[in-house]
């Protein structure tokens, strides 16, 4: 089975800190993906890779970078964080772009 | 421009019952994928169905079925008999080629609940 594992479950976090979420894959996946999904908006892409050190822009990349040192792992970075980015964070992983996407578990991320 | 609609916010059904839960999309592109992801309570998302677009057959998975209905860009997923189990949050998503090749964009979710 695939797994796709995220750093933390839960997180507390003031504004303005750096804060970094972590995404692990063991199958191999060209495709990293970082969402965050909020009441009534479904899920929105952030940003996404398909390489290790290629990464493009999703639909609300504002706020947030990221990082793909090696191939199995892919951060997700808010550089100084806002009350605005609390949310729940959802990283995925997928074969090709056409393929099913196999997601983490999701980090609750609240900024105070 | 990609989008997903899913009109129904929650929908609540009892054991055993059938469901349709709904999506709408647009797509300039003739060549697309759909899914619908199922997200159980506080659990990871997994993937239900997928039907790719220039199959005119409805994908079916057990008691998961779709009515793709092409021309209108409609995409319910039908669940049988529902059980327990199948509370959820439901999202359709769109992967669009080769406009927005590298990307899913989806619904805002439906919630289900059944009852016992």
């Known amino acids: 089975d695939v797994k796709v594992t995220q750093s933390s479950r839960y997180l507390v976090k003031r504004t303005g800190e750096k804060v970094f979420l972590e995404c692990v894959q063991d199958?191999?996946?060209?495709?990293m993906f970082w969402y965050r999904q909020d009441p009534g908006l479904g899920l929105r892409l952030i940003y996404f890779?398909?390489?290790?050190?290629?990464?493009e822009k999703g639909d609300i990349p504002e706020g947030y970078s990221v990082s793909r040192e090696k191939k199995e792992r892919f951060s997700l970075i808010l550089e100084s964080a806002s009350t605005n980015q609390t949310s729940m964070y959802l990283c995925?992983?997928?074969?090709?772009?056409?393929?099913?996407?196999?997601f983490g578990p999701g980090t609750r991320l609240t900024v105070l | 421009a990609q989008t997903v609609t899913q009109s129904q916010p929650e929908m609540s059904v009892q054991e055993a019952e059938t469901v349709t839960l709904s999506c709408t999309y647009d797509?300039?592109?003739?060549?697309?994928?759909l899914f619908w992801y199922k997200q159980p309570p506080s659990r990871q998302m997994i993937l239900v169905i997928r039907?790719?677009?220039?199959?005119?057959q409805n994908a079916t998975e057990n008691r998961f079925s779709v009515n793709f209905q092409k021309a209108a860009k409609s995409f319910s997923l039908k669940i049988s008999d529902s059980q327990l189990g199948d509370t959820a949050m439901y999202f359709c998503?769109?992967?669009?080629?080769?406009?927005?090749?590298?990307?899913?964009?989806f619904g805002q979710g439906t919630r289900l609940t059944i009852n016992p």
């Open positions: 995925a992983s997928s074969l090709g772009f056409r393929e099913q996407q196999f």
């Open positions: 199958m191999d996946h060209e495709n």
């Open positions: 890779s398909y390489d290790v050190k290629m990464k």
């Open positions: 797509t300039s592109e003739s060549n697309y994928y």
């Open positions: 039907q790719e677009a220039y199959k005119q």
């Open positions: 998503a769109l992967n669009s080629l080769p406009q927005g090749a590298q990307k899913l964009v």
